[in-house]
């Protein structure tokens, strides 16, 4: 190795007018190399994907499944592959209001690559994009989306090789893309799903269930029917307990458990979890829509006021408005015209990280996705937030 002290400028020196020769005789133009990693990055994760309805199946009365196909008009001419069990955000207009609501994907990480998503969605009673959705989306019509986001797939690094999946109702949309992922050979691991439903004609997908069990031994399903007079072979009355998960979970070896549904079904599986006695690392859970009446939760306060006043500094404007405390801050913006950018609606996405300059909000426990840094600095995500008290906040701008 060379003495770093005899390095002296007068060595460099001779040297520059060799290289002042070599820049004059290049060419002023830098090549132009394909950037591969931008490419592949861009058609992973684009900003924004234009589709459109190719087709729509009547999954129940209440529940449609609708295909997505590129829109190439509109610029985009592949869809974004993804792991199974993530979802799309829907951007969509309701009565002059920007919106946004996260859907799971119900189809193969494979068909992606064929030129199709499958959004399956449930009509929600009262809500106003799943109604806007049914009344409106039909073939032929454009649609945008996101790229495939979220954490609700499965790792070999974190998860066990065997997972108990736990599914209530539309819940068993990511289930029913992880079943399609592990018969096609991309995902590896043995998934046994507990699906709850209120009886057997309620139960989605069961067909298509019953074809991907026969197809693949690594996937088992168990039927768990809540108000069924009668089970059917293979099935289980009642409700998804402790109990029931150790009937089915592998003795003396870890496993998973994976959890999407309805709120009321988060709020009585997870008390029989933890009876299970499982690492924190092993549980997972969907974040499978937004929260709502947050004075149904064991720890909300007494003494909240009915209504709130919010001021709201949106770049360089600032509101004052006022709502329910029942109401998310991210839904008294958007009653009060005020767009939020919003992924997820879960407080796992980060897209509406925002600042809280006084008052005091609540947060479900199960919901609580800040950093150590948002607790002292005062960020916070209004999709899963509601007023206390009122409060002064600040907003991104959406996009």
Same mark, same amino acid.
């Given at each position: 190795?060379? &003495?770093?002290?005899?390095?002296? #400028? ?24 394909? &950037? ?19 087709? /729509? ?53 494979k068909d992606s690559l064929e030129g199709r998503y ?15 959705? @049914? ?23 974190? &998860? ?61 399903v168990v039927h768990v029917l809540e108000k069924a007079?009668?089970? @059917? ?10 109990? #029931? ?12 458990? @994976? ?18 006695? #499982? ?8 974040? @499978? ?26 770049? &360089? ?14 839904? /008294?913006?958007?009653?009060?015209? /005020? ?48 007023? #206390? ?11």
């Amino acid at each position: 190795m060379a &003495d770093l002290k005899s390095l002296t #400028l007068k060595k460099f020196v001779p040297l520059l007018k060799d290289r002042q020769a070599r820049f004059d005789a290049a060419a002023a133009k830098l090549p132009d190399f394909p &950037d591969q990693a931008s490419v592949i990055a861009k058609a992973l994760h684009p900003k924004r994907q234009y589709l459109k309805i190719s087709e /729509i199946k009547d999954v129940s009365s209440d529940c449609k499944s609708f295909t997505l196909v590129p829109n190439p008009e509109k610029g985009t001419t592949a869809l974004a592959y993804f792991g199974a069990g993530k979802y799309l955000t829907v951007f969509e207009t309701v009565n002059g209001m920007p919106v946004t609501r996260a859907y799971s994907i119900s189809s193969s990480p494979k068909d992606s690559l064929e030129g199709r998503y499958v959004l399956t969605i449930r009509l929600v009673e009262d809500g106003l994009v799943s109604r806007h959705i @049914f009344d409106t989306w039909t073939v032929g019509r454009e649609v945008e989306v996101s790229a495939p986001s979220g954490n609700f797939e499965y790792q070999p690094l974190r &998860d066990a090789e065997k997972v108990i999946c736990i599914a209530g109702g539309s819940g068993i949309t990511p289930f029913l893309s992880m079943a399609n992922a592990v018969a096609d050979g991309d995902e590896d691991f043995e998934m046994t799903i507990l699906y709850g439903s209120r009886e057997y004609d309620s139960i989605l997908f069961r067909e298509e269930l019953d074809e991907l069990t026969n197809k693949c031994d690594k996937i088992k399903v168990v039927h768990v029917l809540e108000k069924a007079k009668r089970g @059917f072979k293979g099935s289980e009355k009642g409700f998804i307990t402790a109990e #029931l998960i150790k009937k089915y979970a592998p003795e003396n070896e870890p496993y998973s458990v @994976f959890i999407c549904g309805s709120q009321q079904m988060y709020a009585f599986v997870d008390k029989e979890i933890e009876k299970l006695g #499982l690492a924190k690392k092993y549980i997972r859970h969907e974040m @499978f829509g937004e929260f709502h009446n947050p004075k149904t939760q064991e720890d909300y306060p007494a003494g909240v006021p009915e209504k709130v006043k919010i001021t709201v500094t949106v770049q &360089d404007k600032t509101y004052i408005i006022f709502g329910s405390s029942s109401d998310s801050v991210m839904q /008294i913006l958007e009653k009060s015209e /005020i767009p939020v950018p919003a992924r997820c609606r879960s407080g796992e996405c980060g897209f509406c990280h925002s600042r809280l300059l006084s008052g005091e909000i609540y947060i479900p426990k199960h919901l609580e996705y800040r950093r150590l840094a948002d607790y002292k600095f005062g960020g916070f995500h209004p999709c899963c937030s509601f007023p #206390l008290t009122d409060l002064e906040i600040i907003v991104p701008a959406a996009k």
